[in-house]
């Protein structure tokens, strides 16, 4: 699992998350930047990608974008505190997404991180 999240409090507390969720294997970016650095290092072993829409170096759906031209597969969870409808239509062009609108339960995410791709996009 790669976790991108620039917000340093919301970022520990969805590593905690998904650690109490059975995610033992996971990678944490507070930026762009370093979420390439984390998916050119491990992008064979992620299958779930928890992305904030809105980093310091960036909007996030391009590299969202990028990700699933390369892993089809993966599950990707888009965050944001911005009204998630307006999120979506700017994201449709991007695939198969999920978005949690902040500040989010842990059930919400929890049901995010169970659902593939496949299920959201039909």
């Known amino acids: 699992m790669l976790v991108i999240e620039d917000c340093e409090p919301l970022l ?3 590593n ?4 109490n969720l059975g ?3 996971q990678h944490l970016a507070a ?4 979420a ?10 992620i299958s779930h990608v928890i992305l904030n829409y809105e980093l310091p170096d960036g909007i996030s759906i391009e590299f969202a974008r990028r990700l699933l031209s390369e892993r089809p597969d993966l599950n990707i969870i888009v965050t944001t505190g911005y ?5 979506k239509e ?11 609108q902040k500040p989010f339960r842990l059930g919400e995410l929890e049901q995010a991180l169970a659902r593939s791709t496949v299920e959201v996009s039909a």
């Open 90 to 100: 700017a994201c449709e062009p991007a695939g198969s997404l999920q978005f949690l």
């Open 36 to 45: 390439e650095a984390v998916w050119a290092q491990h992008k064979d072993e």
């Open 83 to 87: 009204d998630i409808n307006v999120i």
């Open 31 to 34: 930026n762009l930047a370093e």
């Open 23 to 25: 995610y033992d294997d």
């Open 12 to 14: 520990f507390f969805l």
């Open 16 to 19: 905690s998350a998904v650690l």
